[in-house]
């Protein structure tokens, strides 16, 4: 369970949050939120550095080994429906992914974790990433200014809304999608409309693309894996009686397995061009490469539900399935053994999904969240 001097931190976490909450930034220009962090660690005598452009690392600890813990700060380009006392003062963002409490939750371990390595050993480099939300991801920029030179484990939360409040859960492998977009260009030749033989029309390529790309969910892809191809975009023609030139699709492709992933990115673009070539068409994939999944490691995952169960108990934990998001939290496991874990912050029966207008979450988990955050640094350490 919680100690009581971390409960008590409730009031300053809630504060440190709400002021965040209310002033958004988007990725890569996340200035003022980086200088809030600044100032609040140097007031708890840290010296935090600035790393990937617009975040912030801080290295706690004298000696021993390094480990790794981060926290996304970045906003999205939503503008907030909820009615809160503290809602969003900058039109156009809001933090609708709770990033404002992973912030809070990660300065609240920078306020423990001194005492606690002072004692144990051991040494940790707390990030605050920026532009979690925007591809290509802060993560690789974090990892270019050197945040994983010298880290043997890594590890970050995210808050979920949708997830009973303070449950904790985390996969073994693989437990979020590689998340890819696309781009499909076809080109045709333009006409009058009453003269549909003295054009190559776009637009029934684009219908019968639209068809058929689902076929490779539903035919190319093993069915004991999972694939999702989704085309949210369709533009060609504005006129009434005149055939488009041209028309584009663009949609997004999530896959758990990479080689699911490369095989349905070739069977794209074979059908892709194949269908226009059989109308006499041309078309181009453009596929460009996402996030990959989070695939934690077995043995971090071992010392992370043992932290768990000792101390949030042993009826916090909460098997969770795959989800379909991306996390660009994936580039440190890439590089790094550890694990990406989930924090349950649900409010009421009915919860706002995460990017909506209206998502809010549970502030009173902040302190357990902290507290198995610093925990599982600690047992990462190996002390
Ligand atoms: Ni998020």
Known sequence: MVPEHIQSLLPELVAWRRHLHAHPELGYEEYK?????????????????????????VDIGASGPLVLARADIDA????????????????????????????????????????????????ARLIFQPAEEKHPGGALKMIR?????????????????????GRIGARI???SANSDRFRILIEGRGGHGSAPHHTIDPIPVAGQLIGALQTLVSRHVNPTDA?????????????????????ELK???????????DSLEGAMRTMVEATAAASGARAELDYMRGYPSVVNTEP???LFRAVVDEYAGPDAWMDIDERMGGEDFSYYLQERPG?????????????????????????????????????????????
């Open 33 to 57: 939120t980086q200088a809030f962090i600044m100032k609040t660690l140097e007031s708890q005598g840290l010296k935090p550095y600035a790393a990937g452009d617009t975040g912030v690392a």
């Open 173 to 175: 492998g693989v437990q």
């Open 251 to 261: 949609g997004t492709v999530r896959t758990f397995k990479q080689e699911v992933r």
């Open 227 to 247: 694939a999702v191809v989704t085309i949210s975009a369709i533009q060609s023609g504005s006129a009434f009686n005149a055939i488009p030139s041209a028309a």
């Open 76 to 123: 999205l380009p939503i503008d907030e429906e909820a009615d809160v006392e503290y809602r969003s003062q900058n039109p156009g963002a809001m933090h609708a992914c709770g990033h404002d409490g992973h912030v809070a939750m990660m300065l609240g371990v920078a306020k423990i974790l001194p005492e606690l390595l002072a004692q144990s050993g051991g040494r």
């Open 300 to 302: 971090e995952w071992r």
């Open 339 to 383: 694990v990406f874990w989930n924090l349950g912050a649900q409010i009421g029966p009915n919860p706002y999904p995460h990017h909506h207008g209206c998502f809010t979450w549970d502030e009173a988990v902040m302190p357990l969240g902290l507290f198995i955050m610093a925990r599982t640094i600690m047992a990462y350490t190996g002390a």
């Open 145 to 165: 200014d050197g945040v994983l030179d010298g880290v043997s484990r890594v590890t970050g939360l995210h808050l979920q809304a949708e997830m009973p409040r």
